[in-house]
Structure formats: structure tokens, C-alpha cells
């Protein structure tokens, strides 16, 4: 069957000598696997290798069997040209960390426009912002709300973050229940847009803290998550 969809690229990784095999989240059929032969050698057919960056957000042509094998694309053409992401270090650490966390997040083969629109439309906040130290931690909060745990934040005044449940009490049950500095930060995050980031100010120990608390939420919340090893990079340009 061919067809035509948006399509986000997540991750891309090279087999045997001039293939790649690229994992895309598309809009009208969610996650998919492409083989792209000989891409990496290839100067004069349509698909380039630098089309297939992480998080660049593709219209594609493609043939799928849908029977859980490799598909195949036959034409890319990039939609929303980035200005930054993948020029300045730092953006470009952040999406290459975000890249991994969606690839171990979103596993569905079915299509689920809202959280595509999501993902893109932070994507180009991310393109044409500067005061990003904060834009991660957001993402990743806010992703929890279409993966389908967002905490409960009706008793956010309580100082006890329940990590297996998510929600807030006023004592300590079970082994995941964390209160103090790291909770009470990730509260500033309920509730705002990418547009009110530059209100909520982070030391870089506090910003460390906070995010590995909310990868621990993941951790408890998602079968099989990975840690992602572009955290460390990421760690040390914030720091």
C-alpha cells in the first residue's frame, strides 16, 4: 500500500555499509521502521542521509505491507525547516535526548494526530526560543499527559509526590513517595506553556534533580524504558 503522511524521524542508524534503518513517528499511522538502501552512498537519488536527523519533521511517500517487517520510502521532502536545532550544540543535544526518550515513550502503530501535533509544534518553539534550560522538563511533563499519567494535580499543595500513583498526600506511603526541594520544583511546571518557562528559575543542581525525579516517573510508568544515554551529554552542557 503506498502512502503519503507527516512524519517525525526518531532515530536512524546505519546497516551494513550505505544503508540506514530509520525509525519515524508518522501522523496517519504512528510508529514505523523504514530500510533506506544505500542512502549513505547514494549522490543522485531523492533520499539523502541529512533528511533523516533526529526530530526533523518529514512529509513522506512510502510503501507499507504492515506486517510488522522493515517498510520502504520512496520520496522525503522536509516540511518545517529548523533554523537552529540542529546548528546550535545545545538545542541540539536536547532533541537528540528527546529523540530517545520518544522512541522508548511511543510504541503504537495507530495514528494519534494530537500528540504528533504536540510534539511538532513544540519542536518549532524549541527552533526560535534561546531561554530553553527549562523546555526539557516541560516536554517531558507534558508528554505524560497523552501517554496517559499525567500526576494528579488536585492536591498539589500536599508535600508527598507519589511516584507510583501520581498524586500528592500529606504522608509517605509506599517506597516512591518523595517530597522537598525536587518536588516542589516540578510543581512550578503544572499548568503553564512553553511561553511561561522564562518565570520558573533553576539552579543547574536544582534542573538535574527535578529531571531525573520525572525519569523515575517514566521509569515506574512506561513497560520497558531505557535510560537514555544522551542524558549525561545533555547534563553536562546544561551544567
Excluded at 503522511?5 to 550505505?18: C, G, I, N, P, Q
Excluded at 534503518?21 to 543522485?44: A, H, P, Q
Excluded at 522525503?76 to 537552529?84: D, F, G, H, I, S
Excluded at 501517554?147 to 511516584?163: K, M, R, V, W
Aim: hydrophobic content about 40%.
Amino acid at each position: 500500500m503506498q502512502v503519503s503522511t507527516r512524519a517525525l524521524v526518531f532515530s536512524s542508524v546505519k546497516y551494513a555499509e550505505a544503508d540506514l534503518i530509520v525509525t519515524c513517528f508518522t501522523e496517519d499511522y504512528g510508529l514505523k521502521s523504514y530500510m533506506l538502501r544505500g542512502v549513505l552512498k547514494s549522490r543522485k537519488g531523492k533520499l539523502r542521509a541529512s533528511l533523516f536527523q533526529p526530530l526533523t519533521h518529514l512529509q513522506i511517500e512510502a510503501f507499507h505491507k504492515d506486517k510488522g517487517t522493515l517498510e520502504r520510502i520512496k520520496d522525503a521532502t522536509v516540511l518545517e525547516p529548523y533554523q537552529t536545532l540542529h546548528t546550535n550544540i545545545v538545542k541540539s543535544s536536547v532533541v537528540m535526548f528527546l529523540s530517545e526518550m520518544l522512541k522508548n515513550s511511543i510504541q503504537e502503530e495507530e495514528s494519534n494526530p494530537v500528540l504528533f501535533e504536540y510534539i511538532s509544534s513544540a519542536l518549532q518553539w524549541l527552533d526560535l526560543h534561546d531561554h530553553i534550560a527549562n523546555f526539557h522538563i516541560l516536554f517531558l511533563l507534558n508528554l505524560t499527559s497523552y501517554l496517559g499519567f499525567y500526576p494528579d494535580t488536585l492536591h498539589q499543595d500536599l508535600p508527598y509526590f507519589n511516584l507510583m500513583d501520581g498524586n500528592f498526600e500529606n504522608k509517605a506511603y509506599g517506597d516512591y513517595c518523595k517530597k522537598g526541594e525536587d518536588v516542589e520544583v516540578l510543581k512550578q511546571f503544572f499548568g503553564i506553556n512553553f511561553d511561561k518557562l522564562d518565570t520558573i528559575k533553576t539552579t543547574k543542581n536544582q534542573r538535574f534533580n527535578t529531571l531525573n525525579l520525572l525519569l523515575l516517573y517514566y521509569q515506574l510508568h512506561l513497560q520497558g524504558y531505557k535510560k537514555p544515554k544522551s542524558l549525561l551529554v545533555l547534563n553536562q552542557l546544561f551544567n
